[in-house]
Structure formats: C-alpha cells, structure tokens
C-alpha cells in the first residue's frame, strides 16, 4: 500500500520560500511520477506541479518561474517543491499524490501573510 507523507508546510512573508517535501513507501517502481495540488479555503484543489517518470515537468500557470518540482536522487522515494516569491494567493493546503494512483498524503499547510 503507497503511503505518502508531506513536510515542510508554515508561516512564511510574501516573497519569501518554502521547501516541502513528499516521502512515499511503497511504491514498487522508481522513478515515480508525483505531483503537488493545492487548496484554498472555498476553492477547488488545483495542480501546481507535476514530474513524470521521464523527469519531464509541468507546472500550473500561477506558479511557473517561482515553483520547482524535483525527486531527490539519492533517496528516490522523495520528491520536492520549492517555493519562491511566495505570495499571499500561495496560502493553502499543499498535497502530494502519486499520479495515476488513488495515493495523496494528508497535506501540508502553507499561509503566506506579512
């Protein structure tokens, strides 16, 4: 069974970063392909970034250029997000999920605010 564990979430000022982290067990071939979603209170979940097995990436409009999804070499059962330029618009629910999978992580809260 695939478990996925996020980290990483807090209280940051705009234009400030974050880094969160997914920790996945489980899961029987690597590389996997992940992706971070977000939700806002009120909101829709809505995708910020995705990395596939090929290592190819896709992000969501609202994050491209201050957002990167990468997988930890080394420990390849890990993949990360790192946030830059935080805005307050960035406040929300980070979730991990293991795309193609019912797997996600219980989520990692991120408020941005001065």
């Known amino acids: 069974q695939v478990q996925l564990a996020e980290s990483g979430g807090g209280l940051v000022q705009p234009g400030g970063s974050l880094r969160l982290s997914c920790a996945a067990s489980?899961?029987?071939?690597?590389?996997?392909?992940a992706g971070w979603y977000r939700q806002a209170p009120g909101k829709q979940r809505e995708v910020v970034a995705q990395i596939f097995d090929d290592g190819h990436t896709q992000y969501g409009d609202s994050v491209k250029g201050r957002f990167t999804i990468s997988r930890d070499n080394a420990a390849k059962n890990t993949v990360w997000l790192k946030m830059n330029n935080l805005k307050p618009e960035d406040t929300a629910v980070y979730y991990c999920?293991?795309?193609?999978?019912?797997?996600w992580g219980q989520g990692t809260q991120v408020t941005v605010s001065s």
């Open positions: 489980g899961i029987a071939f690597s590389p996997w392909s």
């Open positions: 999920h293991h795309l193609g999978t019912y797997a």
